[in-house]
């Protein structure tokens, strides 16, 4: 049986999950949906999808349509879930579920009312890096005592990926924050039971803080410091650092190499190594197995129950 998609979103990440889905048997986008018709239009030609519109709405009464990804900016991604399980898709939403605890209880609510797959898109639990690091953990042949965590981007103006404008702001706490934290209580395989937030000035038009600070501790011990930046004028992206009981793994992105910077091969770790085509794997296999898949709502849920309680702390 072949899984009809419809993808909602034709930015940078949505063009992500194209690109993964393309390797992945049995599985179709039937329609995608964007913000501006004659980008979206651009993108369906270049993959062959038939149906585009700038509805989310019309793309959900299609019958054949058994799933729906979400790629959308992060203020729509607890309706759009919401309206998908309503309408009876299943769901992976992109990073952060929510940006605020309530509506993203009423998510969790709603995935189990329907027993549709509900998953969002953690994407470090699916990268070889992180994977190879997690099977050691499970193994028992490595613990996590600390993780220094560097997330940076040169971002003094609203644009994407591609250096596009973007119609929305991003957010250091809710969406980037968000990979950390519920990483390291998925490394450290424990709960986070302690977790504290400092931030810089508040940027004069875009109303958020482009620097900020979070520690984190786990009912095992293990602790964590993330550093935030939207201001940051060189290297980008997210630099995870593992210091264990054996070991000490750098992981960027889908590469890891030792604390002495002598490369691993992850190669072997998944049949990709593209993460986001992993996390497309694991949402199609849980609807085709109807089971719960890793980084569900439900299994993320802790991580944004400490964003909510952060961000009391921030605005206190």
């Not at 049986?1 to 419809?6: L, Q």
């Not at 009464?61 to 309503?86: M, R």
């Not at 797959?117 to 099977?135: D, E, I, K, L």
């Not at 889908?254 to 049949?271: C, P, Q, R």
Request: proline share 3%; hydrophobic share 40%; with cysteine.
């Amino acid at each position: 049986m072949t899984i009809k998609v419809a993808l909602a979103g034709a930015g940078a990440f949505g063009i992500k999950h194209l690109d993964g889905i393309k390797n992945i048997p049995d599985v179709e986008v039937v329609s995608l949906i964007g913000r501006r018709l004659d980008q979206t239009q651009e993108v369906a030609d270049k993959y062959g999808i038939k149906h585009v519109t700038t509805d989310l709405d019309e793309a959900l009464k299609i019958k054949e349509i058994d799933a729906v990804i979400l790629c959308t900016p992060t203020q729509l991604h607890a309706s759009q879930s919401i309206a998908c399980l309503q309408a009876g898709k299943h769901v992976q939403v992109e990073i952060p579920l929510c940006d605020e605890l309530k509506s993203g209880l009423e998510v969790a609510r709603l995935a189990n009312e329907t027993g549709k797959v509900a998953m969002v898109g953690h994407t470090r639990r699916f990268n070889p890096s992180h994977q190879y690091v997690h099977n050691k953990v499970l193994a028992g042949e490595f613990n996590v005592q600390q993780m220094d965590v560097q997330t940076y981007f040169f971002r003094r103006t609203n644009t994407n990926a591609l250096g596009q404008a973007r119609s929305w702001t991003d957010h250091l706490l809710w969406h980037h924050a968000a990979h950390t934290v519920d990483l390291f209580a998925y490394q450290a395989n424990s709960p986070i039971v302690k977790a504290n937030a400092i931030q810089g000035p508040i940027h004069p038009v875009l109303g958020i803080a482009m620097d900020m600070s979070i520690q984190l501790k786990a009912a095992n011990g293990a602790i964590c410091t993330l550093s935030l930046s939207f201001n940051n004028d060189g290297p980008l992206g997210a630099f995870f650092r593992y210091i264990g009981d054996t070991d000490t793994y750098i992981a960027r992105y889908d590469d890891l190499v030792n604390g002495k910077d002598e490369k691993i091969d992850v190669s072997k770790v998944a049949v990709s190594m593209n993460g986001i085509e992993l996390q497309d794997r694991e949402f199609f296999a849980a609807i085709r197995e109807g089971r719960e898949p890793n980084s569900s709502v439900q299994k993320v849920l802790p991580c944004y129950q400490v964003l909510h309680d952060l961000e009391q702390q921030l605005n206190g």
